[in-house]
C-alpha cells in the first residue's frame, strides 16, 4: 500500500485528491493547520478514513515531524494562501504560506524522505500578463499579483531543488479549476452561489468585478488525477494542466442564470471594488506536453460544470 502526504487536504483540490488516492489503495495522510476553526467539510464524509496530522507551512519542525511519522512515497503540495485577491490586502503572509512554504517542505522531504515522489501546485497566474496565447512550459513568467509572484517562487524553488539534489519534483502548472467544493470568496462560486440565492429569493442583485476578464476554466476532480499521473511517469517534469479552452466571466454568469431560467443581465452589476488593482484580461492553456506524456485531457467541460456547481448550491441553500 502506497502511502501519500498531502497539504492542503482541506481544501477543494486536497479533498478530491484525497478521494481519488483512498480509490486507488492508498494510505492518505493530511496535513491539517491548527487554528480557531477547523473546517473539515470537504472531507467529512472520508476522514475516518484519513490520517490527519498537525503541521503548519510556516513552522519547519511540524513539516519534519509530518515527515517521520508518515513516511510518504507521494507528497502533494496543495497549500497555499490562494485567494489572488487576498494577496494584495496579505502580501507579506502570502509570501510566507506560497512561497517559502514550498521550501520549509521541499527541506523536510531532502531530509527526511529523498527517495519519495514530490507534487508541486503551480498556477497559470505566474503567466500573469502574458507575451504569447496560448501559455505552455514555455512561455515566461509575467505574474501580476502578489499571488503569482510567490507562486514563481515555488515553481522555481522545486525546480531548483529536483536539480540540486535529483530529487523526483514535478509542478503541476494548473489552470483555474472550479467545483461545487470552491470557496464562497472565488468568482465562480460566487457566480453559482449567486444565481441559487437569486433564484430562490434569498437575494436581489450579484455584484461582480470585471465581466470581460478571461480565464480556462476546467473540473477540479479532472485536475487532481492529473497531479496523481504526473508522479507515475518515470522522469519529473513540469506540466500544463488546462482545458483549453477561454471564457469570460460574462460568459460563466451567462450560463449559471440559464441553469436557474433567468436572465443574468437584470441581475448582474459591475462593482469597481471587485477589479484588481492589475488585471490580467486572458489566460488559455496548451497542455500538449501533458497529453503526450501521460494522456491526460480535460473530460468536464464549462456548462456541465456551471451546472454542477449551480445544481449543487441550490441544494445546499433549499436545505438550509
Not at 55 to 74: F, I, T, W
Not at 108 to 127: D, V
Not at 161 to 186: D, K, Q, T, V, W
Not at 258 to 269: H, I, M, S
Request: hydrophobic fraction near 40%.
Amino acid at each position: 500500500m502506497k502511502r501519500a502526504l498531502i497539504t492542503g487536504i482541506t481544501g477543494q483540490d486536497g479533498s478530491y485528491l484525497a478521494e481519488f488516492l483512498l480509490e486507488h489503495g492508498y494510505e492518505v495522510y493530511g496535513l491539517v493547520r491548527r487554528s480557531s476553526t477547523l473546517n473539515f467539510e470537504r472531507i467529512e464524509h472520508i476522514q475516518e478514513r484519513l490520517h490527519l496530522l498537525p503541521g503548519d507551512l510556516l513552522d519547519q519542525n511540524s513539516l519534519l515531524e509530518a515527515m517521520r511519522v508518515s513516511k510518504p512515497d507521494e507528497i502533494y503540495n496543495l497549500a497555499a494562501q490562494s485567494f489572488v485577491q487576498t494577496s494584495w490586502n496579505q502580501p507579506v503572509l502570502t509570501g510566507e504560506f506560497t512561497a517559502l512554504g514550498v521550501t520549509r517542505l521541499l527541506e523536510a522531504m531532502r531530509l527526511l524522505a529523498p527517495e519519495a515522489r514530490f507534487y508541486q501546485a503551480s498556477s497559470s497566474e505566474m503567466f500573469g500578463n502574458a507575451v504569447e496565447t496560448p501559455q505552455s512550459e514555455s512561455t515566461p513568467f509575467r505574474p501580476r499579483s502578489p499571488y503569482g509572484v510567490a507562486k514563481v517562487y515555488g515553481h522555481d524553488i522545486a525546480v531548483n531543488y529536483r536539480e540540486s539534489y535529483n530529487l523526483f519534483i514535478a509542478s503541476g502548472i494548473l489552470f483555474n479549476h472550479e467545483s461545487p467544493r470552491r470557496g464562497l470568496e472565488f468568482v465562480t462560486r460566487k457566480i453559482s452561489d449567486g444565481a441559487a440565492r437569486i433564484k430562490l429569493g434569498l437575494l436581489q442583485t450579484l455584484a461582480l468585478g470585471n465581466l470581460d476578464a478571461k480565464r480556462d476554466w476546467g473540473f477540479a476532480g479532472d485536475y487532481v488525477e492529473a497531479m496523481w499521473q504526473m508522479l507515475q511517469i518515470d522522469r519529473a517534469d513540469d506540466f500544463v494542466i488546462a482545458s483549453e479552452k477561454t471564457h469570460s466571466v460574462r460568459d460563466f454568469a451567462r450560463l449559471a442564470f440559464e441553469v436557474v431560467g433567468l436572465d443574468w443581465e437584470k441581475y448582474v452589476l459591475v462593482d469597481p471594488r471587485f477589479v484588481r488593482p492589475a488585471e490580467i484580461n486572458e489566460l488559455v492553456g496548451d497542455c500538449a506536453k501533458a497529453r503526450e506524456a501521460f494522456g491526460w485531457s480535460a473530460r468536464v467541460k464549462l456548462p456541465q460544470l456551471v451546472e454542477m456547481m449551480v445544481r449543487a448550491d441550490l441544494e445546499r441553500l433549499g436545505r438550509s
